[in-house]
Each structure stands twice: as C-alpha cells, then as structure tokens.
C-alpha cells in the first residue's frame, strides 16, 4: 500500500502582503523537500463543492468569502488574514484536497496521503477567517467521512503549534469527532486550555509551556493524546500538520527538531494502524521557516510512506 500526495500548483495563487509568513514560497519549500520521495501517489487536489463547505460553514459565510475576493490586488479579511484573486480556488482546492484524501484512503487506494495545500484551514471559525485560514479544511474532511462515507467516529490529532481554535469550533458539538491538539500556550490564538473539552468531552487539549521541546511533547502524545484517541476508537485519523514548533520558525519558541516530526507521524501511524487498519489524512497547516518547512514536511511524509 502507498502514501498519496495530494496538491495542486493553486497554492501558488494564494498571495499575502509582502513579509507575511504565510507567503506563496511555503508551498515551493514543501515540493522541494518531498520531490526526492519517488514512491508517494501524487494526485491532483480538486476544486471541491460549495455543498463541501457548507458541511461546516454556513451558506452567508461561504457568500461573504466569495464577495472578498478581489478582481486585483489584495484584500484584508483581518489583520492577519488576506486574500487574492486565486485564494477562493486555492481554499476550495485545499478542502478539495482532503476530500479526495479521505475518499482514497477509504477506498482502500492508498494507506494514507498527505495534503500539500495552502492557504491552512484549523484557525477558521463557523463564520469568521482568521489566522491565514479561510475555510475548516480538516473538519470538513471528518464531516465528509462522517456523512458521506457513513463513518462512526474521526478522530483529529492537531500538532501545529497554534491550537486549532477552528476546527474545535465546527466540531465542538459533533460527537462523533475527536479533536486533541497540541499547542504552545501562551500563544495566538489564545485558546486551547485543557479546561476546554467540548460539548461531549469529545476535545483534548494539552497546551506546552514555551521551550519545552521533544521531551515534554512526546510525553503530551504518549500519556494524553493518544490514550483518549485509542479509547475513541476512530475509524479513521485526521492530522492537522502544521511544523512551526519547529526550533527555526519564527512565529513560536516549542523548539521542536526535524526529527520530532518524524516520531509523531510514526506514532500516529502506529496508532491508526493498531485502531483503524493504518488509515490517516495528514493535511498542511503551519510551518514559517522555509528550510525548517521543507525538511519538516519531507520527515512526514517519509514517515508516512514508511509506516
Ligand atoms: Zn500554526
């Protein structure tokens, strides 16, 4: 069985404002350090449904996106948050993505894929964009898993630095989703304190304190996360993928290595393969240090293929 790579030269048409971390060069820096992996399955990230979308946003949300984007130029959604004339189509191609993503892995088709897709999706909130994300990338993939492919339960494993504010918020209420992430706290957004577990204590939360580094982390996953994630019993992992606890980004300090990124994905595959015959979908989040990003996303994914 196989690792499928699922992107689409899109991103590149998702422009920022000069300086911005989540810049166009991210998705170069991603190519290069998965280009010498010749056994990955690459695929093309669709343009998905409207309909996708609305299984997690509503319909006056999506409307409000599509009127922001401009014919020319950029446009500032919030302050950290702009988008171009090729950002609705790199989004919906990004859900696209995960979608297919999910479809091929629950086919049998390949193990697992990872989706190489910018802009990101876990800040997105049911009806507001923030944090360089415009639509909820990874929750819309568990809501197709749940209702399209008829699933019982999707688990969510969120280890960008940044607590995923968005995807806990469209899947607060869904009982059928687990969403645990880790996160360096304090740090944007803000959110994510272990006292928030969800409408059905279906959210895990273990902020890290600043320059903790591997140890603590792999203890967050081993004694927290993947216990609650083994006793959930999922019949498929979702992953938020995020590499700015990278030691070099600039945007945090949790002074991860290269090689933590490695161990997690290992571990999380182990897991999947113990609960749910090995099946994950690993989309791109974070990651602002473009050499950190390349060899980051090269030890996911090579680990993936391993695994
Ligand atoms: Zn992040």
Redesign the pocket.
Same mark, same amino acid.
Do not use: S, T
């Given at each position: 069985m196989t690792t499928a790579l699922i992107t689409h030269p899109a991103s590149l048409n998702h422009v920022t404002p000069p300086g911005h971390p989540e810049q166009v060069a991210r998705y170069g820096a991603v190519m290069r350090g998965l280009e010498p992996l010749d056994a990955l399955d690459r695929r093309e990230a669709p343009v998905c449904t409207r309909a996708e979308i609305l299984r997690c946003h509503p319909e006056a949300y999506l409307a409000r996106i599509e009127a922001a984007i401009p014919e020319t130029g950029l446009r500032a959604l919030d302050a950290d948050t702009h988008v171009s004339p090729g950002s609705l189509e790199a989004a919906m191609r990004a859900v696209g993505g995960a979608c297919v993503g999910v479809d091929a892995v629950l086919a049998g088709e390949v193990t697992n894929a990872f989706v190489a897709m910018r802009p990101?999706g876990h800040h997105a909130e049911t009806s507001t964009a923030m944090g360089f994300c415009l639509f909820g990338t990874v929750a819309i993939a568990a809501r197709r898993a749940l209702d399209h492919h008829g699933l019982n339960r999707v688990a969510v494993i969120d280890f +960008?630095?940044?607590h995923g504010n968005g995807t806990q918020d469209l899947l607060w209420e869904e009982e059928r989703a687990l969403f645990c992430s880790t996160h360096q706290m304090p740090l944007y957004p803000g959110s994510g304190a272990a006292t928030e577990t969800g409408a059905h204590g279906n959210v895990v939360n273990v902020p890290l304190d600043p320059m903790t580094g591997s140890a603590a982390m792999r203890r967050a996953y081993d004694d927290v996360i993947f216990p609650a994630v083994a006793a959930f019993k999922p019949d498929l992992i979702l992953v938020s993928a $995020?590499f +700015?606890a990278h030691e070099a980004d600039p945007?945090?300090n949790l002074n991860w290595k290269t090689e933590d990124f490695a161990w997690i994905t290992r571990r999380i595959c182990e897991v999947a393969g113990d609960l749910c015959d090995g099946r994950v979908v690993s989309s791109l989040? $974070?990651g602002y240090d473009l050499d950190a990003l390349r060899d980051s996303a090269a030890a996911h994914a090579a680990a993936m293929i391993a695994a």
């Open positions: 990101p +960008d630095v940044h $995020g +700015d945007l945090a989040e $974070g």
